[in-house]
């Protein structure tokens, strides 16, 4: 286990299901991160939470909606999403200091829209 | 506008032989470079880090050297063996929190 836990790893839904993808980091980081990973497209990156604040969004659709209770915690709540929207979701978490960092990643969770 | 590529995107080899996987970047400005590992279906496993200041960072068989000025990493695997077979990716980070990814190299070390 790399320290990132993410639940489930594998989750197939309809267009009209609404579910939450789950993430854990047992690292104590102060930052975690949502990206998107498409069959032959380099990772994108959703959202960024430092400190419990978003602190990026790269203008992802808003049937994708973040939420950070605590630093450990990250889920992605997911409604009325489309095929293109099958992807391998992975979670990561890093501590921010300074300049540079060293990002961890979880096992991913394999989402199929039907 | 940062851009971050992989050459090649397949590599196959025998076991045994050591190899270099490459990675590009077009702006010089970063906070560090990033390799990681990624097997089928699963997430990303981190390599080696090298900061921008640093020119090469090593662990166990694999060697990842940094320069910035003509915009080049390379990962050198030594003595490769099956279990090195995965898609080796390259990221490089702007900022605190935004990594570039490239698109990966997916190496099959046969037996």
């Known amino acids: 286990e790399t320290g990132v836990t993410q639940t489930p790893r594998h989750l197939v839904m309809g267009m009209t299901n609404k579910k939450s993808l789950k993430c854990e980091q047992h690292?104590?980081?102060?930052?975690m991160y949502w990206y998107k990973q498409s069959a032959k497209k380099p990772l994108e990156l959703m959202f960024v939470y430092s400190l419990e604040e978003r602190v990026e969004n790269n203008s992802v659709p808003s049937r994708f909606s973040p939420e950070c209770p605590n630093s450990s915690h990250l889920f992605l709540h997911l409604h009325t999403l489309q095929p293109e929207d099958s992807a391998l979701y992975l979670c990561?978490?890093?501590?921010?200091?300074?300049?540079?960092?060293?990002?961890?990643f979880g096992q991913g969770t394999r989402l199929t829209v039907v | 506008k940062q851009e971050v590529t992989q050459i090649p995107a397949a590599l196959s080899v025998p076991e045994g032989e050591n190899l270099v996987l490459n990675c590009s970047f077009t702006?010089?400005?970063?906070?560090?470079l990033q390799w990681f590992r990624q097997d089928p279906g699963k997430g990303l496993t981190s390599l080696l880090l090298?900061?921008?200041s640093q020119r090469e960072q090593t662990s166990g068989r694999l060697n990842a050297s940094l320069d910035k000025s003509s915009g080049r990493s390379t990962l050198y695997i030594a003595a490769s063996q099956p279990g090195d077979s995965a898609t080796y990716l390259c990221a490089v980070a702007r900022s605190n929190y935004q990594l570039i990814w490239g698109a990966g190299t997916k190496l099959i070390i046969k037996p």
């Open positions: 990561a978490s890093s501590q921010v200091r300074g300049r540079g960092t060293e990002a961890f």
């Open positions: 702006d010089s400005a970063i906070y560090n």
């Open positions: 090298i900061q921008s």
């Open positions: 690292l104590g980081h102060n930052a």
